[in-house]
């Protein structure tokens, strides 16, 4: 490779590296294209929600750690297309008040210097575009950034700010079974959200979140955690739910960061915003009883957590395929890692093009924006190297 010459290397293939290479392979320029994990097989097994959330068929085995030195099993995989080979497909916007400041109840989740405005056109490309496969994602580029201290950049690659790592968001996530009194015999059921809370509701002014629907949970995807829900058994259960997934904001901590101690990846993250999570998980199991669609209300076992695990309706920190903040963009080099083309501040040659770019997380999925992005960084690279 040390023979090579590439005008540019794309480090990651998911929806940040992937939708890069999509808009700059028109440029007829020569592009390296780095992917850690290998091309994800097709087989019936893609199509099984057991192996897919409670095995770690396809989830990479790599252990990180939290604060406390407690091994976390990240809910990510590594194939060459990134999480989106896995992923739910839910494309949403970020609101036009999500770019702007806004109170919560534990802080202030800050304003993006760039607006709605600015990313509605590529917004538009990103919902129209096909995506097949589609940089490494918010922890393994600050992990890799971090890695690469040298003695021209002794607290890691573009690190000047000492921001790389910090400011890591992952969503307070939440997800529900409601056991409806009648079956539910739907297979693929993401197809409706709620955004009524999103703001806050009567009597609370601060942003509550989103509840989706779920893909279903199956019998055999319960079946290691029927404690869980007893006295109702796994079949029961899984032929009458409503599966729900809600997401919280969490704001951003330069206190909450990405580490790296020798070969360990440490998350250190203390959740925020919990309580309009609860608040909002409380309304919408009050809503579900009032339409009996909540004659149970439990715990989905079955998502991100390792198998015989029981957890609360809320995701324990292993669940980070929302990971999103880590290198921030913005006009002053002190306050940002990343300049507004997200370009690294200190580095010429060094773009980050996943989701660490992100001011705040908003509450909704995280990917449209970052594919949006992608193609507007494009935009920005075929010019310059044009
Ligand atoms: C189960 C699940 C469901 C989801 N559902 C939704 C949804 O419905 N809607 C939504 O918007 N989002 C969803 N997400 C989140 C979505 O997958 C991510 O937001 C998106 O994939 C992030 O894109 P990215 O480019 O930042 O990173 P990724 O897609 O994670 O891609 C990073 C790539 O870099 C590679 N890589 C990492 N380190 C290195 C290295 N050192 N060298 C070379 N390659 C490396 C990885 O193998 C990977 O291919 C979901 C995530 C999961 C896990």
């Given amino acids: 490779m040390s023979t090579?010459?590439?005008?540019?290397?794309?480090?990651?293939?998911?929806?940040?590296?992937?939708?890069?290479?999509?808009?700059?392979?028109?440029?007829?320029k020569k592009i390296l294209i780095l992917e850690r994990g290998p091309f994800l097989p097709r087989e019936k097994d893609n199509w099984n929600t057991k192996v897919v959330f409670n095995s770690d068929r396809y989830h990479n085995p790599e252990v990180w750690y939290d604060k406390d030195g407690k091994e976390l099993?990240?809910?990510?995989?590594?194939?060459?297309?990134?999480?989106?080979?896995?992923?739910?497909?839910?494309?949403?916007?970020?609101?036009?008040?999500?770019?702007?400041?806004?109170?919560?109840?534990?802080?202030?989740?800050?304003?993006?210097?760039?607006?709605?405005?600015?990313?509605?056109?590529?917004?538009?490309?990103?919902?129209?575009?096909?995506?097949?496969?589609?940089?490494?994602?918010?922890?393994?580029?600050?992990?890799?950034?971090?890695?690469?201290?040298?003695?021209?950049?002794?607290?890691?690659?573009?690190?000047?700010?000492d921001l790389v790592g910090r400011n890591f968001m992952k969503h307070v996530l939440g997800s529900i079974i409601g056991v409806s009194k009648k079956p539910n015999s739907t297979i693929f059921q993401k197809t409706l959200s709620i955004n009524d809370f999103y703001w806050g509701e009567a009597g609370y002014?601060?942003?509550?979140?989103?509840?989706?629907?779920?893909?279903?949970?199956?019998?055999?995807?319960?079946?290691?955690?029927?404690?869980?829900?007893?006295?109702?058994?796994?079949?029961?259960?899984?032929?009458?739910?409503?599966d729900w997934w809600l997401t919280t904001e969490d704001l951003p901590d330069p206190n909450n960061r990405v580490r790296v101690d020798g070969d360990k990846i440490i998350l250190d993250y203390t959740e925020n915003n919990n309580e309009?999570?609860?608040?909002?998980?409380?309304?919408?199991?009050?809503?579900?009883?009032?339409?009996?669609?909540?004659?149970?209300?439990?715990?989905?076992?079955?998502?991100?957590?390792?198998?015989?695990?029981?957890?609360?309706?809320?995701?324990?920190?292993?669940?980070?395929?929302?990971?999103?903040?880590?290198?921030?963009?913005?006009?002053?080099?002190?306050t940002s890692v990343l300049d507004l083309n997200c370009r690294t501040h200190d580095l010429d040659n060094l773009y980050v093009v996943d989701g660490s770019f992100f001011c705040s997380s908003g509450a909704v999925n995280p990917t449209l924006t970052i594919i949006a992005n992608a193609l507007r960084v494009g935009d920005h690279l075929l010019e310059r190297m044009n």
């Fill in 4 to 28: 090579n010459h590439y005008d540019l290397i794309i480090i990651g293939t998911g929806a940040g590296g992937g939708t890069l290479a999509y808009r700059l392979a028109q440029s007829g």
């Fill in 73 to 161: 099993h990240p809910g990510m995989s590594y194939f060459v297309g990134g999480n989106t080979k896995v992923y739910g497909a839910a494309l949403f916007r970020l609101r036009e008040k999500d770019f702007e400041a806004y109170q919560h109840k534990d802080g202030l989740s800050p304003a993006w210097p760039l607006k709605y405005r600015d990313f509605e056109p590529y917004y538009v490309q990103a919902e129209k575009l096909y995506m097949v496969a589609l940089a490494c994602g918010a922890v393994n580029s600050s992990v890799l950034m971090l890695r690469s201290a040298n003695k021209q950049h002794p607290r890691g690659l573009a690190n000047r700010s």
């Fill in 205 to 242: 002014d601060y942003p509550m979140g989103q509840i989706q629907t779920l893909s279903k949970v199956s019998k055999e995807a319960l079946e290691g955690n029927s404690e869980a829900y007893a006295p109702l058994t796994p079949e029961e259960v899984a032929s009458h739910s409503i």
């Fill in 276 to 334: 309009p999570y609860d608040r909002l998980e409380k309304r919408w199991i009050e809503i579900l009883k009032s339409i009996e669609c909540g004659q149970a209300i439990m715990p989905n076992c079955s998502y991100f957590t390792e198998a015989g695990k029981t957890y609360t309706g809320k995701l324990p920190l292993d669940g980070v395929g929302h990971q999103v903040g880590t290198c921030r963009f913005g006009e002053d080099p002190t």
